[in-house]
């Protein structure tokens, strides 16, 4: 039997840790909770013991448990540590190595893979701090999810809800998998903007922030595979897992693609530059008329990977449209080579923002993913991937 240890933080969310024991137990999975004195406010210890059917741990500071040093046994036996609800405190402490109370502390001892479950204010999931601790805690390997969007208790709308107990329940059987459904499997992929230099302080770039790609890249980690991200120029954490290779012209992501074969599967999510321009040694300087660029085609990469004697045995393409969304995507399709092609509007914010609509198109069909975050899109695309492989 797989085992669990889940750190319920203070938060009105806590009392969702409730149904999510009951989910665990009903799913086979043995849990073992730590209550903070945060969450006590909201749940009882009676209440876990009884769902969980074993002893409920609250303090440090037990004679009884600290005499064999419980909480270094806490956090090692078992399988994967689990918080939720993950409040801001919670994770700011994870996040500094702070240790001053027994989840902490075992957080800090434990040598097991640690999930995450965000809950909190909207402005707070917001807040700069918030999101360094999390990039950071992404960065140490730690599993953070996607908060829901939603109604708050406090009034408030927007991404910070604590998600569905059975949307945890997935995430945690997808972190106890053995090895994972991609185990053993190398998947490429590519993300971000490519930046073509003018002169030594200009370049052509474009919109792309890289965060789909990114979110792509983390999924299919999750799920074992083992990943090889060439990123163009971003500002952000590496996933947990993720073999990193940052570039910045389209030459340059090329080269870096087929260095990075033979692969199972890939992804070409980076929004390639299709052009770039003989590149002046000195900065141009402002005239009478703007400078005449002299403009050469880019190395197509998705068509080269799917003709490349070392092709993958899935090949999918991303089709950033703002008009004829799909018609545009079928051709791209056929033009390139590509098993998959994953097409989205950019005529709005979808380039900076958290959330897409897609349409996957392949030789059986169009499947339309409406308004979903990044995250999810991602994780649909990873399931799908293993699927096929």
Sequence with gaps: MKRILLIVGGGIAAYKACELVRLCRKAGIG???????????????????????????????????????????????????????????????????????????????????????????????????????????????VTVLEPDEGPMACGEYGPGRLPEPDAILAAIQNALETGGRLKGKHVLVTAG???????????????????????????????????????????????????????????????????AL????????????????????????????PPNLQLSENPDILALLAKSPHRPKLVIGFAAETEQVIEHATAKRARKGADWIVANDVSGDVMGGDANTVHLVTAQGVEHWERLPKSEVARRLADRIADAL
């Design 193 to 259: 903007p490519t930046h073509e230099p003018i002169d030594p302080v200009r370049y052509i770039a474009n919109r792309s922030s890289g965060r789909q790609g990114f979110a792509i890249a983390e999924a299919l980690a999750r799920l074992g595979a083992k990943v090889t991200l060439v990123s163009g120029p971003v500002a952000l954490a590496t996933p947990a897992g993720v073999t990193r290779v940052d570039v910045e012209t389209a030459q340059e992501m090329a080269n870096a693609v087929a260095s």
């Design 262 to 289: 033979p692969a199972d599967a890939a992804v070409m999510v980076a929004a390639v530059g299709d052009w770039r321009a003989d590149a002046a040694p000195q900065k141009i300087k402002k005239g009478a008329a």
């Design 31 to 141: 849990v073992k909770c730590v209550l903070t004195e945060g969450g006590q406010h909201f749940v009882t210890p009676m209440t876990l013991a009884a769902l969980s059917e074993s002893q409920v741990y609250t303090t440090l500071w037990d004679l009884k448990d600290e005499t064999e040093m419980g909480h270094i046994q806490l956090s090692r036996e078992a399988d994967l540590v689990v918080v939720a609800p993950a409040t801001a405190d919670l994770m700011a402490k994870m996040a500094a190595g702070i240790a001053d109370d027994l989840a902490t502390t075992l957080l800090l001892a434990t040598d097991k893979p640690v999930l995450a479950a965000p809950a909190m204010n909207v402005r707070m999931w917001q807040h700069a701090a918030t999101r360094r601790n999390v990039a950071t805690l992404r960065t140490d390997g």
